[in-house]
């Protein structure tokens, strides 16, 4: 088998020496560097790299103009390393809007011991986003105007969506939603969501949860950057959270999410991350705990983009008692393994493109639709 070409591009000549000697000491794998965004696009064409990991604060041209610079003229996968300071949760955000595939969180501090951190992780990632190919390259958007190639990019404020009507506060509802829609995620998962999430009605009358692997540092800032997008309302989950239809909670990083019932209500509760589990915040332990307090005939189960299989013996089970089920389809993934493993087990009801997964949620929850599930 070739090797896989991978272009690492910093403008720190430290974290660059790091880098490629950690790459290079790794079977399979062949690399190279560049200082800025100008040096890589330059080798992305003459190297042609599979994958590309790229700093986000350069000199001459930054790695959110660079990225947007790949996906048009020539898109393939892209792993962005980035801080864990909130303008850096803002910034990978952004880029993995415009089709970035994953991140890695950069060492601070000592960087060599640093670096062996998070040797694992990338060299996990880039392995993942060799397979995808370009299917892993999300999707071509506008490049930046000339000027701002000069400096960081700000994240662009999305349009404010039109919210629904004004939603009941926390202990004023008088008795549980009548369902819920549990949908797990993880890499390629900040894109597909914005996708999905923006086009479900403001009237939606179940609760979405949504368990995205993702760290600490960027769960609250996605949230936020959601309910600018979302007729929904959209929060992240920091505390024990009464369930209300007209909201989407997205689980914290680094923790679990789980459905509990406290003073006979419905509610959400964030835990520790169960060390029995591989990734976080865990979509099995998500589903399982609702499974625990809600009919499966009361539940929708949304299977998306991802690496591993998190989530999807958990759903399949769940269908077998009567829940409805979706698996995002291999050609809208930009990694398959999820939604495949659930397909594989015969867990999933649906299987659909992304883009037809909200409309598919919307026919299920219509007021005809459950009467007759019902």
């Not at 890499?187 to 009237?203: F, M, N, S």
Request: net charge neutral.
């Amino acid at each position: 088998m070739s090797a896989v070409r991978v272009l690492v591009v910093d403008d720190s000549a430290l974290m660059r020496r790091h880098l490629v000697q950690l790459l290079e000491n790794e079977k399979g794998l062949e690399v190279q560097s560049a200082r800025n965004g100008e040096e890589a696009l330059t080798l992305v064409e003459s190297f042609d790299p599979h994958v590309v990991t790229l700093d986000v604060n350069m000199p001459q041209m930054d790695g959110i103009t660079c990225l947007a610079r790949i996906m048009v003229g020539s898109p393939r996968p892209v792993i962005m390393v980035s801080s864990i300071t909130e303008a850096g949760a803002e910034a990978t955000l952004q880029a993995l809007s415009l089709g970035a595939l994953d991140y890695v969180q950069k060492p601070g501090g000592t960087i060599s011991l640093s670096l062996e951190q998070v040797a694992e992780e990338l060299i996990r990632k880039i392995c993942v986003a060799a397979k995808s190919g370009r299917r892993g390259a999300g999707r071509a958007l506008p490049v930046p105007a000339p000027a701002a190639r000069l400096r960081a990019v700000p994240p662009t404020p999305p349009p404010p969506a039109v919210k629904g009507p004004p939603r009941a506060a926390a202990g004023a509802p008088a008795s549980d939603p009548p369902g819920l829609v549990l949908v797990g995620v993880s890499t390629g998962g900040p894109l597909t969501l914005e996708q999905i999430l923006p086009a479900l009605p403001a009237d939606l009358p179940w609760p979405v949860l949504v368990a995205q692997h993702m760290p600490r540092s960027f769960t609250g800032v996605f949230a936020r950057r959601l309910d600018k997008l979302c007729a929904l309302t959209v929060s992240e989950v920091g505390t024990q959270t009464q369930l209300v239809p007209g909201n989407i909670y997205i689980a914290r990083g680094d923790a679990d999410m789980l459905v509990v019932r406290r003073a006979g209500r419905l509610c959400l509760a964030t835990v520790p991350a169960s060390e029995a589990h591989a990734w976080h915040p865990s979509v099995t332990r998500l589903v399982e705990s609702a499974a625990e307090h809600v009919a499966a005939e009361r539940l929708v189960c949304v299977q998306l983009t991802g690496m591993g299989d998190d989530g999807a013996a958990a759903m399949a089970a769940l269908r077998r008692q009567g829940a409805r089920t979706i698996a995002q389809d291999e050609d809208s993934c930009a990694v398959f393994g999820m939604p495949h493993e659930l397909i594989r087990c015969g867990g999933a009801t649906a299987v659909l493109p992304a883009d037809a997964i909200p409309g598919q949620i919307a026919r299920w929850l219509a007021p005809a639709s459950l009467r007759r599930a019902g």
